[in-house]
T-cell receptor, first 115, second 112 residues
Framework: DGGITQSPKYLFRKEGQNVTLSCEQN?????MYWYRQDPGQGLRLIYY???????QKGDIAEGYSVSREKKESFPLTVTSAQKNPTAFYLC??????????????FGEGSRLTVL | RKEVEQDPGPFNVPEGATVAFNCTYS??????FFWYRQDCRKEPKLLMS???SGNEDGRFTAQLNRASQYISLLIRDSKLSDSATYLC?????????????FGIGTKLQVIP
C-alpha cells in the first residue's frame, strides 16, 4: 500500500545530542513537509521541499536541518541548537498541481522527548 | 496578525446539534483551502477541500468567502464521533513556492 512512513515513533534523547527523524513516502509526491506540534497547539511549519535537492525554511526552522536527496525521503535533524525540541513531529507529502499543493498526507508522527 | 486564525474552543455541543466554525486568513493571495480533522494524539486527515462555490459532503458543508477572507465549516446533526479538533489549512504562494499553513485548530466535543 502507498503511504508515508515516519520513524521512530518514539524517541528519547539527552540534551546536547542531535537526532534525525526519518520520513519516507512511496506516493510519488513531489512535495514534502515537516511540522511540529506542541500540546494544545497547532501545527507549525519547520521546512518544506517541493522538488529534489531544494527546500525552504518554514516558520520555525532555527535549530533544524533537512535534506532532500531523493524524492521519496525527507529526513529532519533536530540539532542541539534547538532550544525546546520536545514535541510531536509530523511529516507530510502532497502532489503539486502546477504550482498548487494538493491534499497533504501525513505520517503517524514521531514523539521526541529530551531528557 | 497570525496568517490563519481559528477560535481554539472547546465547543461543547449536544448530539444532534448544528455547529459552525470559522477561520480567517490574512493573505488575500491565498489560493486553496482545506479542513482537516485531527483526533487526539493522531495525525491530521483531510476532511474536505473548500471551493469558491461551496461544497457539501453529507452532514458537512464548507464555504469560502474571499472578500472577507474567511472559510467556514458547518456540521449538521452532530455525532459523538465528530468529537475532534478541526484544522483550517491555507495554501499561499511564498516566493516561488507554495506554503501550507495550519490554523491552531478548533476543538469540538459532542456530548450525549
Amino acid at each position: 500500500d502507498g503511504g508515508i512512513t515516519q520513524s521512530p515513533k518514539y524517541l528519547f534523547r539527552k540534551e546536547g545530542q542531535n537526532v534525525t527523524l526519518s520520513c519516507e513516502q512511496n506516493l510519488n509526491h513531489d512535495a514534502m513537509y515537516w511540522y511540529r506540534q506542541d500540546p494544545g497547539q497547532g501545527l507549525r511549519l519547520i521546512y518544506y521541499s517541493q522538488i529534489v535537492n531544494d527546500f525552504q525554511k518554514g516558520d520555525i526552522a532555527e535549530g533544524y536541518s533537512v535534506s532532500r536527496e531523493k524524492k521519496e525521503s525527507f529526513p529532519l535533524t533536530v540539532t542541539s541548537a534547538q532550544k525546546n525540541p520536545t514535541a510531536f513531529y509530523l511529516c507530510a507529502s502532497s502532489i503539486m498541481v502546477g504550482r498548487l499543493a494538493g491534499e497533504l498526507f501525513f505520517g503517524e508522527g514521531s514523539r521526541l522527548t529530551v531528557l | 496578525r497570525k496568517e490563519v486564525e481559528q477560535d481554539p474552543g472547546p465547543f461543547n455541543v449536544p448530539e444532534g446539534a448544528t455547529v459552525a466554525f470559522n477561520c480567517t486568513y490574512s493573505n488575500s493571495a491565498s489560493q486553496s483551502f482545506f479542513w482537516y480533522r485531527q483526533d487526539c494524539r493522531k495525525e491530521p486527515k483531510l476532511l474536505m477541500s473548500v471551493y469558491s462555490s461551496g461544497n457539501e459532503d453529507g452532514r458537512f458543508t464548507a464555504q469560502l468567502n474571499r472578500a472577507s477572507q474567511y472559510i467556514s465549516l458547518l456540521i449538521r446533526d452532530s455525532k459523538l464521533s465528530d468529537s475532534a479538533t478541526y484544522l483550517c489549512v491555507v495554501n499561499e504562494r511564498s516566493g516561488g513556492y507554495q506554503k501550507v499553513t495550519f490554523g491552531i485548530g478548533t476543538k469540538l466535543q459532542v456530548i450525549p
